[in-house]
């Protein structure tokens, strides 16, 4: 530790009480709220977060009615954010603790980790920032502020150099006062130490900061093996039938489990989008489609995968009008009015807001 803590630790408190930011969960620090806006702010941005968490308390303003609730409801509320087995974890998680703990959420770390989908960082900013125990607490933010602070010259995922980060946070937490320490490194990292064109000019505790000093701050963090991205093109398609839509549940496991499509798939090699369709449809639910005409191509990602998709309207040809699922546990025909009860993956939902925003709604 090159630091001067207790130097340190006054600075950035003092710092963060002046310019920490106004958020929902901030007003009142409740266990529930912390545990919601934590889960939340997984791979989703401030202000989208935010916008999802006061929807949500709204609706749910307290672990009972997450327990209460159906899945599909969740789910819907959900939609958006992606990584949807956060949100089924939490109606599990909501469920258990009204059964074993009166609907509230346990103050010790191994209880926390026993619950579904709540891991070692989410243990921790619960203990820290609801109940202001002495635990460290590591995100994205403070991990980048780290490699700068102490000049780390390997790639801060290293197994290494994360036992590093956790000890040092140990080491310069303030007793008593985690909620906000650990809050003001996180907030630091966020709005001064950020991952591109930091401001180091009006860094609090930019006297401390081992990059800054050897003019290395633009090369911190180290970055570690790049993931290969996959890119993948897909269809389909808006089936219609006398003023309704055909939608299918996707099954309860697997990738976006018990959420509603429209039906479709990868284009294989050698076809044409709309033949691609054509058979998806056949696949999927032995209906003959036909009459295809382009509607839009989106465009959007989840974990490693880039994907393209060709949207289609539709209609049934001869053939069985009633489907048959080999690939979805539930369909229904739905009028335009009733696609917003129910909750799609990324790709179909931005279909859906393309048509209304068209007027083809």
């Known amino acids: 530790m090159i630091i001067e803590i207790p130097s340190f630790q006054k600075t950035l408190l003092n710092w963060f009480a002046r310019y920490s930011r106004d958020l929902p969960w901030r007003r009142s620090y409740l266990p529930y709220h912390i545990w919601i806006s934590e889960i939340m702010l997984q791979q989703t941005q401030m202000e989208r977060g935010t916008a999802y968490f006061e929807r949500w308390i709204k609706r ?11 899945e599909e409801e969740i789910l819907k509320y959900w939609e958006g954010l992606g990584y949807y087995s956060r949100a089924r974890n939490i109606h599990k998680a909501a469920q258990l603790l009204m059964k074993k703990n009166g ?9 926390l980790l ?4 709540i891991g070692k960082y989410t243990a921790a900013a619960i203990m ?3 109940f ?3 635990v460290p607490l590591v995100d994205a933010n403070i991990e980048r502020l780290f490699a700068r602070l102490f000049n780390i010259e390997t790639p801060i995922k290293d197994k290494g150099q994360q036992t590093f980060i956790w000890r040092n946070a140990k080491e310069i937490l303030p007793p008593g006062q985690a909620r906000n320490f650990n809050q003001a490194l996180m907030e630091l990292g966020a709005l001064v130490c950020r991952p591109r064109n930091p401001n180091c000019t009006v860094c609090p505790v930019h006297n401390h900061c081992q990059s800054l000093t050897l003019g290395v701050v633009d090369e911190r963090p180290v970055p570690g093996k790049t993931t290969d991205t996959i890119r993948i093109e897909m269809v389909t398609g808006f089936l219609q039938k006398g003023g309704a839509i055909f939608i299918q549940k996707r099954p309860p496991n697997g990738v976006w489990a018990n959420l509603w499509e429209f039906p479709g798939g990868r284009i294989e090699a050698g076809e044409t989008p709309a033949e691609a369709l054509v058979r998806e449809y056949m696949e999927e639910t032995e209906m003959n489609i036909g009459n295809l005409s382009k509607i839009t191509t989106v465009k959007h990602s989840y974990t490693r995968y ?3 998709l060709h949207c289609y309207t539709c209609f049934l040809l001869n053939g069985p009008q009633r489907p048959v699922l080999h690939e979805a546990q539930e369909y229904r025909w739905i009028t335009p009015l009733d696609l917003h009860r129910f909750a799609f993956p990324a790709g179909h939902r931005k279909l859906i807001e393309f048509m209304r925003k068209k007027k083809l709604l």
């Open 60 to 70: 749910f303003p307290d672990i009972a009615s997450i327990a209460e609730a159906s």
């Open 114 to 117: 026993a619950m579904p989908g």
């Open 132 to 134: 202001n125990k002495d």
């Open 306 to 308: 880039r994907v393209t």
């Open 103 to 111: 609907g509230q959420l346990p103050a010790d770390r191994t209880s």
């Open 128 to 130: 820290s920032l609801a």
